[in-house]
């Protein structure tokens, strides 16, 4: 006890509660209260700076909706108070506030109702943050979406062109090249060296054909225009076909194939489903080490059939897995083994695969090989 009556602690208290009302006047956001109906009782300082009034013309006469734009006034009425009426509070209302000079400065809100004993309001308390820069990021960010949505129309249409402009003249090739093939082959004109040039000329230009129809594939995708059939399909059949077609054009790769005894019947596009198996096939084999054969399964679980492809390959890294069927990605360790592509098969897969109603995901271990799991619906007319 001081020699006045005071306690030694008094002076701390005070230097407490004038720090805390500085705090509360010169925060970097708006603090106001105002009663149930929008009058203000207590504004910072903050919020006077942002809107020039002083403190006597808020506290003397205004509302919290007389400062606001028409628009927002009706919102203010419509939506914020029976918002807060309904659950006690309100976030990130969006409003326009007049200021003094009549700039409008747009601000967001939140606020909590304080309530009695019996649940009837006694006021509003807010906290106001300005958003003039929200809105110019948000105005910078539709403009850079509206100029990448342009960008990605040009690509597509450039894409789209170019895959035609190709594929015309690369028709005609591979026709003369069949045409060469069977007239040498019949006369046995050619001598070995020539054989195996032409062999190479004939792979690279299917090569190049795959190419062009993944371009024309992923632009119909981006376009809304890669469309499928729905007839039945005979899952493990299909499989099978692919599989004897992929070891017929690459004499010594082995294949395990495990099929189910009773079909299992879908509602797909056989051409598309086709294109998948093919892909995911090669792929295996691509990633793999020729000695080394791959395995494809097939097999029901409840309403739906499950095709894994699972090969001892490179593996794919967990920091890729998430990117691996995007649009022209390629992971590092790909690059490292100098297996080529585009990075266009796995997206235009998985785009095949979901417009049947289905799902592909991957499993891997860098080092260790990856399995690729088809989901799709079994025909749900049939029994199962």
């Keep these: ?39 203000f009782i207590k504004v910072n300082q903050t919020f006077l700076d942002w809107t020039g009034y002083s403190r006597e013309e808020l506290l ?27 659950q006690g509070f309100a976030n990130e209302i969006s409003f326009d506030v007049f ?36 809105r110019q990021y948000e105005r910078e960010l539709q403009q850079a979406r509206k100029k990448a949505e342009e960008a990605l129309d040009l690509r597509n249409q450039f894409l ?42 004939a792979e690279q230009a299917q090569r190049l054909n795959k190419m062009i129809a993944s371009l024309l ?6 376009t809304g225009q890669l469309a499928v059939e729905q ?48 892909n995911l096939i090669q792929n295996a084999l691509k990633y793999s080490h020729p000695d080394v054969s791959i395995a494809v399964a097939i097999r029901q679980e409840q309403a739906e059939a499950l095709i894994e492809v699972r090969d001892r390959g490179i593996g794919i890294p967990q920091t890729a897995v998430p990117q691996l069927f995007n649009r022209f990605y390629r992971a590092d360790n790909v690059d490292q083994e100098n297996v080529s592509g585009l990075g266009i098969g796995l997206y235009v897969v998985k785009e095949i695969v979901e417009l049947h109603s289905g799902s592909v995901t991957v499993t891997s271990t860098e080092g260790e090989g990856s399995t690729f799991t088809v989901c799709l619906p079994l025909d749900s007319t049939l029994p199962f």
Excluded: W
């Excluded at 601000?107 to 106001?128: C, E, M, S, Y």
């Excluded at 591979?174 to 060469?180: A, C, R, S, T, V």
């Excluded at 093939?181 to 019949?186: L, N, S, V």
């Excluded at 594939?217 to 981006?222: A, L, V, Y």
């Design 1 to 39: 006890m001081t020699g006045n009556g005071e306690t030694n602690g008094a002076p701390d208290e005070r230097r407490l509660e004038e720090s805390l009302e500085d705090l509360y006047e010169h925060a970097p956001c708006g603090y106001i209260s105002t009663l149930p109906d929008g009058t």
């Design 60 to 86: 003397a006469v205004k509302r919290l909706q007389d400062v606001l734009t028409i628009g927002g006034q009706i919102f203010y009425e419509t939506h914020y108070a029976p918002l807060l009426d309904m």
């Design 99 to 134: 200021c003094r000079d009549r700039r409008r400065m747009p601000i967001l809100l939140n606020t909590v109702q304080q309530r009695d004993p019996a649940g009837n309001p006694l006021l509003n308390r807010t906290i106001v943050l300005s958003a003039r820069d929200r």
């Design 160 to 201: 789209s062109l170019a895959a035609h402009e190709l594929k015309t003249p690369l028709t005609s090739i591979m026709g003369h090249i069949e045409l060469f093939q069977r007239r040498t082959g019949k006369e046995h004109s050619l001598n070995e060296r020539d054989e195996r040039a032409l062999r190479t000329i």
């Design 217 to 222: 594939d992923i632009s119909r995708i981006e």
């Design 231 to 278: 007839v039945p399909i005979d899952l493990c059949a299909l499989v099978n076909q692919v599989v004897d077609e992929v070891q017929s054009t690459l004499a010594g790769r082995q294949i395990e194939l495990l099929c189910p005894i009773q079909p299992l019947i879908i509602q797909g596009d056989e051409l598309r489903l086709r294109q998948v198996f093919q």
